[in-house]
């Protein structure tokens, strides 16, 4: 089994920003993409951004200046580093990892809990 542990959310002034982590544990060969996505209330997930394990990286448009993301392979953990905050970013953000148990294994999809980001306007 694999663990996805989502950290940084809260709440902040629009303009401000935060950093969020997520560190993956368990039985883990190799990790793919890992990525973020996010959810408002009443809304469907969206991806927010995602790096795949040769760094190639996608963003959704809304978030394409303003947040970045990393990931450090040692670590098993991805970042994103949201700046100019704005109220619309307000949501629940899920940590979401391809990970190999083995080398004999195709890549799985995991999940973190959420992190839930509140920007205030």
């Known amino acids: 089994q694999v663990q996805l542990v989502e950290s940084g959310g809260g709440l902040v002034q629009a303009g401000g920003s935060l950093r969020l982590s997520c560190a993956a544990s368990g039985i883990i060969f190799s990790i793919n993409a890992m990525g973020w996505y996010r959810q408002a209330p009443g809304n469907q997930r969206e991806l927010v951004a995602r790096?795949?394990?040769?760094?190639?990286?996608i963003y959704a448009d809304s978030v394409k200046g303003r947040f970045t993301i990393s990931r450090d392979n040692a670590k098993n953990t991805v970042y994103l580093q949201m700046n100019s905050l704005k109220p619309e970013d307000t949501a629940v953000y899920y940590c979401n990892a391809a990970v190999r148990s083995s080398y004999a294994t195709n890549p799985m999809d995991y999940w973190g809990k959420g992190t839930l980001v509140t920007v205030s306007s």
């Open positions: 790096i795949t394990s040769g760094s190639t990286i």
